[in-house]
């Protein structure tokens, strides 16, 4: 820890841009490499996202379904459970002793007589839903079909252009941690920090026709100076980008 403090207050200022520079330069590398990939990440979770969503509909149609098969099959029970019933009250009926006896198996005769009907009902109520969820599964089958058929050509390109990109990446990403062990944790912060909240991942740029390189609003001459004396780290009033002159950039003078 105290050789890390030691070579943090030897680091000119100089020195310090330079790294916040290269760094910079690798990341905006690394940049390029993800904007190659577009949207493909994107559309692959959102593709995955959709294929567990139809999943999970086609669970509960089928779920549903079977409740439904539940339900006909315990009405056509009750027919014949109430069929059974009116066989057995027409049968009293021939050996009643009286009239209050024979109208007493009449009305119960006539209830599942009534029962049957509503069962009857209930069934081609259940038959209609049947069809309509047979349908939509169908249909939701087909899309979760379309859906993984998309997901695999997806994937293919995304990995296609990972396993071009994957090397290189992977060298860029160790080269920036490597640069960022020497950069001190405080301006470190400030980079992540601006970098994140620039449009273009820009956190330093050098000056371009007496312009920031990032916002492009003008600097004044003087400061100008102070960004070529190298002598302390100075950002853009409008942008808030670190900026550095073009020399340390290594793109030479502007004609």
């Not at 069929?83 to 006539?110: F, G, M, P, T």
Request: hydrophobic share 30%; proline share 1%; charged share 40%.
């Amino acid at each position: 820890m105290a050789t890390k403090t030691k070579v943090e207050k030897e680091a000119t200022v100089e020195e310090k841009l330079k790294s916040l520079y290269e760094l910079q330069k690798v990341v905006s590398k690394i940049d390029e490499i993800k904007t190659l990939r577009g949207e493909l990440p994107l559309e692959v979770q959102d593709l995955e996202d959709e294929i567990v969503g139809l999943n999970t509909r086609l669970e509960n149609i089928n779920a549903e379904i079977q409740n439904i098969n539940t339900t006909i099959s315990d009405k056509k029970h009750e027919i014949e459970e109430s069929k059974s019933k009116i066989a057995k009250y027409k049968e009293q009926q021939e050996n009643v002793r009286n009239n209050r006896e024979y109208d007493n198996l009449s009305k119960e005769v006539e209830y599942q007589e009534l029962e049957i009907e509503l069962s009857e009902k209930r069934i081609r109520e259940a038959q209609v839903a049947k069809e309509s969820k047979t349908a939509e599964k169908a249909e939701t089958t087909s899309r979760l079909a379309e859906r993984k058929l998309d997901l695999e050509q997806k994937k293919s390109e995304l990995d296609e252009i990972v396993a071009e990109t994957k090397q290189e990446e992977e060298r860029l990403r160790g080269k920036a941690k490597e640069i960022e062990g020497h950069i001190e944790e405080r301006l470190l912060t400030a980079f992540k920090r601006i970098r994140k909240n620039a449009r273009n991942g820009l956190a330093v740029v050098y000056v371009q026709r007496d312009a920031c390189g990032g916002c492009f609003n003008k600097i004044p001459a003087q400061r100008q100076l102070d960004i070529r004396s190298r002598k302390k780290i100075i950002v853009c009033e409008y942008c808030g980008r670190i900026l550095v002159d073009r020399d340390l950039a290594g793109v030479g003078n502007e004609e």
